[in-house]
């Protein structure tokens, strides 16, 4: 407890070394200047039409009013399919499946429910900054283990040592936000044996899925033998379908741990947006090819931007799948990460977020820029082209 009264201008002690992160900032500087953004996470591609439709039908049908805390229950019908087709997780879908406000509402409902305050829990550095800061926000005890470029992989012996008996998750991010790591098989059974040895649980963000490159497959912790009580999977639709701002996502997960999440959920958000609830029941209509175009899509998209970053002597660190590319900026001969970002901002005219936000040491991120290739065609061709121009001009 403080003494004495807080004055109106100071903050809760939870909230205390956040800050606004670096992308927003490069954003809100990439629109002053009229600069073209590979910086923040946003696709700028459009929301299949099938989708559009229901979604207009929904609110012309004016299913408009709360829907139960845990989402409307065809659309978590289709979710526990989808789990046991592609996930390899089968799931109850009243008890096991909660539908959320974006992955991002089901990550908060699930920490806020299951992480005390001083707990460690184990995050992988490159990090998605979301999920330090809202564990964080928990007052979660971090402990960091590095993967390693290029190939991003751990080193077992580091990841065995950060497990403890009062690990109380481990924070999986697969294909991971901002390296592109898709974590094999093995690595997840090794995860998995050190989760079940110290009682730990396993969160694990599995929002792009569906982004896979070079034959790389996605595993699912969730499915592994031993981990069913012990994982809570979250996923969306925002990254698959082009539609980040209708903030719909899921929770899956032991009926025992759902529950709680569920409690949450209704209590910060009481229900995700339920026309868009029902809207996204279509997702689960549409063919294999979709998925199919989508890899390809991304893949040639990330053809195209890792070939304008060599010609000018940068770097790409090839994902495994998502839709950003690490970048070691080292040949531009700048001192720093930030430098390397303005640079290219300021003489290109194209965003991209400087790599130190990222890594739980920034001098693991000093010589390294993020850039999001989740683009129209035309809007990253012409960043290419931009970016190709530095090669003839002056540092
Ligand atoms: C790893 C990761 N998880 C979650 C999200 C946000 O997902 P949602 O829109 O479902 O909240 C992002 C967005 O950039 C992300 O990169």
């Known amino acids: 407890m403080k003494s ?46 099938l989708l559009k439709e229901s979604a207009i039908a929904a609110v012309r049908g004016d299913l408009s009013i709360y829907s139960k805390f845990e989402g409307i229950d065809a659309l978590r019908q289709r979710i526990a399919e989808k789990m046991a087709e592609y996930n390899g997780i089968r799931c109850h879908p009243d008890r ?22 001083g707990e460690e829990v184990i995050v992988f550095s490159p990090f998605y900054g979301y999920h330090v800061n809202i564990l964080r926000l ?28 009062r690990t109380r998750a481990v924070i ?4 991971s936000n901002p390296c592109g790591k898709v974590f094999s098989r093995e690595e997840l059974d ?4 050190l989760c079940q040895r110290h009682d730990a649980l396993a969160i694990t963000d599995e929002i792009y899925e569906y982004i896979l490159y070079d ?20 996923s969306g639709f925002s990254k698959t379908y082009n539609m ?19 409690l949450l959920n209704d209590l910060l958000y009481i229900c995700a947006p339920t026309p868009l609830q029902h809207a996204v029941v279509t997702a689960f209509d549409l063919a294999p090819s979709y998925y199919e175009r989508l890899r390809a899509d991304y893949a040639r998209k990330l053809a195209v931007t890792c070939e304008a970053c060599e010609e000018i002597g940068m770097r790409p660190f090839r994902p495994q799948g998502a839709y950003y590319l690490l970048v070691d900026v080292s040949g531009l001969g700048l001192s720093s990460d930030l430098d390397a970002a303005n640079f290219l901002l300021t003489r290109a005219g194209v965003a991209s977020v400087p790599g130190s936000s990222f890594h739980a040491s920034p001098l693991d991120g000093k010589q390294q820029v993020r850039l999001c290739f989740a683009k129209q065609d035309a809007h990253l061709e012409e960043a290419c082209r931009r970016l190709r121009r530095l090669a003839a001009s002056p540092r």
Not at 96 to 117: I, K, N, Y
Request: proline share 5%.
């Open 4 to 49: 004495g009264k807080t004055s109106v201008h100071s903050f809760a002690e939870r909230i205390r070394g956040l800050v606004q992160s670096d992308i927003r900032r490069m954003t809100r500087e990439c629109e002053r200047l009229g600069g073209i953004n590979l910086g923040q996470g946003i696709c700028d591609q459009p929301v299949p039409d």
């Open 96 to 117: 096991e499946v909660v539908v959320t406000v974006g992955s991002t509402g089901g990550f908060v409902a699930a920490c806020l429910a299951l992480v005390d305050a």
């Open 138 to 165: 928990c007052q979660a005890a971090l402990k960091f283990v590095t993967i390693h470029p290029p190939d991003w992989r751990f080193d077992p012996k580091e990841l065995e040592r950060a497990f403890s008996d």
């Open 172 to 175: 999986i991010n697969t294909p």
């Open 190 to 193: 090794f995860i998995a044996s």
């Open 215 to 234: 034959g790389h497959r996605h595993v699912s912790i969730g499915s592994l033998p031993g981990m069913e009580d012990r994982t809570v999977t979250l």
């Open 244 to 262: 980040t701002g209708w903030r719909l996502g899921y929770a899956v997960g032991a009926a025992a741990l759902m529950e709680k999440i569920g």
